[in-house]
T-cell receptor, first 111, second 115 residues
Framework: TQLLEQSPQFLSIQEGENLTVYCNSS?????LQWYRQEPGEGPVLLVTVVTGGEVKKLKRLTFQFGDARKDSSLHITAAQTGDTGLYLCAGARASDYKLSFGAGTTVTVRA | NAGVTQTPKFQVLKTGQSMTLQCAQD?????MYWYRQDPGMGLRLIYY???????DKGEVPNGYNVSRLNKREFSLRLESAAPSQTSVYFC??????????????FGDGTRLSIL
């Protein structure tokens, strides 16, 4: 059983559309990280959210950390083909020095 | 800057064979990790080394051993490979074991098939 549940598992949209990926848990995390992974490569960090209710923007990407620090979302505005990839959320807990990863959301943006 | 380097990139083994996956980082990081990635299951932690000289089990350690050879290198060994260990293996490093506000840096993975 995954500690972090991501939804949807797959997402296919047309270029220019918006999308949202969700990351939910019953556990509290000290921070939530979002990674993006392209085929044949390792995950690369996009952002870390630390404070409950925090919103961070990275160009067309908006990341939100839930008030209770149990969930997070990633919203992409006006998606581009370059946004295609596997998006992974990962939670860090102060009680142990490890990350718990969600199963990932595969995003495909069609031209 | 190489970052995290994993070797080999691809490997095919027969059931029962042994193999060591190598990982080296050039960022002077204290903590290193081994994950496996399987379809629909995300990244699962096999073993980690919070600092040089220490190693600890992660979520799925059975069938694996690790060695933190020095601060730079962290190897993963399969003593007797099984088909269930077919996966993509990722090594990662971080500056310290406190991951609440720092990233893990990943290598590009080793694709391992066991027949």
């Amino acid at each position: 059983t995954q500690l972090l549940e991501q939804s949807p598992q797959f997402l296919s949209i047309q270029e220019g559309e918006n999308l949202t990926v969700y990351c939910n848990s019953s556990s509290v995390f000290s921070s939530l990280q979002w990674y993006r992974q392209e085929p044949g490569e390792g995950p690369v960090l996009l952002v870390t959210v630390v404070t409950g209710g925090e919103v961070k923007k990275l160009k067309r990407l908006t990341f939100q950390f839930g008030d209770a620090r149990k969930d997070s979302s990633l919203h992409i505005t006006a998606a581009q083909t370059g946004d295609t990839g596997l998006y992974l959320c990962a939670g860090a807990r102060a009680s142990d020095y490890k990350l718990s990863f969600g199963a990932g959301t595969t995003v495909t943006v069609r031209a | 800057n190489a970052g995290v380097t994993q070797t080999p990139k691809f490997q095919v083994l027969k059931t029962g064979q042994s193999m060591t996956l190598q990982c080296a980082q050039d960022m002077n990081h204290n903590s290193m990790y081994w994950y496996r990635q399987d379809p629909g299951m995300g990244l699962r932690l096999i073993y980690y080394s919070a600092s040089e000289g220490t190693t600890d089990k992660g979520e799925v350690p059975n069938g694996y051993n690790v060695s933190r050879l020095n601060k730079r290198e962290f190897s993963l060994r399969l003593e007797s490979a099984a088909p269930s260990q077919t996966s993509v293996y990722f090594c990662a490093s971080s500056e310290s074991r406190d991951l609440s506000n720092q990233p893990q840096h990943f290598g590009d993975g080793t694709r391992l098939s066991i027949l």
